[in-house]
């Protein structure tokens, strides 16, 4: 166990909400099949006709065979936070592994994306006016435990607006241990919740709920909704 000083807190079943740029691809071959066996199969076959497929699936190599997700509805976007990983890390990887980040509401999930996207997009240099669209992904995980630093002071390190270091190396440990996640207020929207899931084993199912459009113009000058999506 590490960091027995920090509660677990046991969830029910939960949705969240995560947004995702629409220049991602979705990788159906995660959702056809429910093995790791019957995926290498269908992988090779695929591969004949589709040669950017080692590309869109990411480096699988990333996630242990008994962490992945198959069959589920939405498989393909729980796989590609682990097997795409941003190389600069997040506020609890360092770049080495992926974690899914959730918010407890669209509201939430919208308010961290935007924080990032203008930082990003700041030091793009000679971006003008564009628009950007954004997938809102409703993500229900199972029942399961995760380390709740909900307690803690603003003023921790783990929650430290632009400085990760600390609480990357508190994640790389749970993840050693084998904990799914981190329960935390969010940084960047006051009231809400979010989680890091370690590994996407808890998650049930994710679908695509509605679209977003930011635009940038030397700056985010408009957030909104372009339309909602039946589910």
């Known amino acids: 166990m590490i960091h027995p000083e920090i509660p677990r807190t046991a969830v029910v079943p939960l949705k969240g909400y995560r947004l995702l740029h629409t220049k991602y691809p979705a990788i159906y071959v995660f959702e056809d099949v429910a093995t790791p066996e019957a995926f290498d199969v269908l992988y090779e076959i695929q591969k ?3 040669p950017r497929l080692t590309q869109e699936v990411g480096n699988l190599a990333l996630l242990p065979r ?4 198959l069959g589920i509805r939405g498989a393909h976007y729980a796989m590609a936070a682990f097997t795409h990983v941003n190389p600069d890390g997040s506020r ?9 980040y959730l918010g407890d509401s669209k509201e939430t999930a919208l308010a961290e994306i935007v924080y ?3 930082l990003y997009w700041h030091n793009v240099p000679d971006l003008k006016f ?3 669209e954004y997938r809102c992904l409703e993500t229900e995980l199972e029942g399961c435990a995760f380390a709740d630093i909900t307690g ?8 430290h607006p632009t400085d990760y270091r600390e609480p990357q190396q508190f994640g790389a440990r749970l993840r050693v241990a084998g904990e799914t996640g981190v329960t935390y207020r969010s940084v960047r929207k006051p009231g809400g919740i979010c989680w ?7 998650i049930t199912s994710i679908i695509q709920t509605s679209l977003h459009q930011i635009i940038w ?3 985010i000058v408009s957030i909104g909704l372009v339309t909602p999506v039946s589910k």
């Open 152 to 159: 803690l002071p603003d003023s921790h390190p783990w929650y």
């Open 217 to 219: 113009d030397k700056g």
């Open 92 to 100: 609890f990887s360092n770049g080495d592994y992926g974690v899914y």
């Open 116 to 118: 990032h996207c203008h």
């Open 66 to 69: 008994k962490e992945w997700v």
């Open 130 to 132: 564009e628009r950007f």
């Open 48 to 50: 004949l006709t589709n």
């Open 196 to 202: 890091a899931l370690l590994t996407p084993k808890p």
